[in-house]
T-cell receptor
Framework: GDSVTQMEGPVTLSEEAFLTINCTYTATGYPSLFWYVQYPGEGLQLLLKATKADDKGSNKGFEATYRKETTSFHLEKGSVQVSDSAVYFCALSVTYGQNFVFGPGTRLSVLP | EAQVTQNPRYLITVTGKKLTVTCSQNMNHEYMSWYRQDPGLGLRQIYYSMNVEVTDKGDVPEGYKVSRKEKRNFPLILESPSPNQTSLYFC????????????FGQGTRLTVV
């Protein structure tokens, strides 16, 4: 079945460090790929998305490129801030029925 | 404001006492779903609905019921809650299915003692 694998963390970085969170997927069709972010005590919010191969999603300084050849959608940010501390979920959507499949989430802590 | 509203946010109940968690969206979305979030397991889908009166099981449906009588509402029903249903629950909606953004509620933290 469809699945998403991502590094679970926790990841701890100093402010202004470079961030990479790896995400790979397995899907039978042609999925859309998403990164969601969950701040403490809140629901999930869409961070960025890409709907086809080679698309780059970007938002708030975060970027991810849909790589069909490596079935990956790694999240990057050049300079993290304390306010980026959250849990990040990689997800795919391919079948109309079950909609989203989420990875386990990666907790990011950014220290001042 | 576009939103998904869940109630209650926090609930403590006893084993076997029926409860309902409500979910409502104001975006006229066709697709709605329920997830539970547990440490180390991420989000797992409980049930989903592709439209009014159309519901189907997700990955972990045992012990739960849902209904979709109106497009905007998708309540989650626990007929006889057990301690292993202690979890953080999220409702989500999206315009259609695959490829469209999902909007999430704030979550309901349920404790069954």
């Amino acid at each position: 079945g469809d699945s998403v694998t991502q590094m679970e963390g926790p990841v701890t970085l100093s402010e202004e460090a470079f961030l990479t969170i790896n995400c790979t997927y397995t899907a039978t069709g042609y999925p859309s790929l998403f990164w969601y972010v969950q701040y403490p005590g809140e629901g999930l919010q869409l961070l960025l998305k890409a709907t086809k191969a080679d698309d780059k999603g970007s938002n708030k300084g975060f970027e991810a490129t849909y790589r069909k050849e490596t079935t990956s959608f790694h999240l990057e940010k050049g300079s993290v801030q304390v306010s980026d501390s959250a849990v990040y979920f990689c997800a795919l959507s391919v079948t109309y029925g079950q909609n989203f499949v989420f990875g386990p989430g990666t907790r990011l802590s950014v220290l001042p | 404001e576009a939103q998904v509203t869940q109630n209650p946010r926090y609930l403590i109940t006893v084993t076997g006492k029926k409860l309902t968690v409500t979910c409502s969206q104001n975006m006229n979305h066709e697709y709605m779903s329920w997830y539970r979030q547990d440490p180390g397991l991420g989000l797992r889908q409980i049930y989903y609905s592709m439209n009014v009166e159309v519901t189907d099981k997700g990955d972990v449906p045992e012990g739960y019921k849902v209904s979709r009588k109106e497009k905007r509402n998708f309540p989650l029903i626990l007929e006889s809650p057990s301690p292993n249903q202690t979890s953080l629950y999220f409702c989500a909606s999206s315009l259609h299915g695959a490829g469209t953004e999902a909007f999430f509620g704030q979550g309901t933290r349920l404790t069954v003692v």
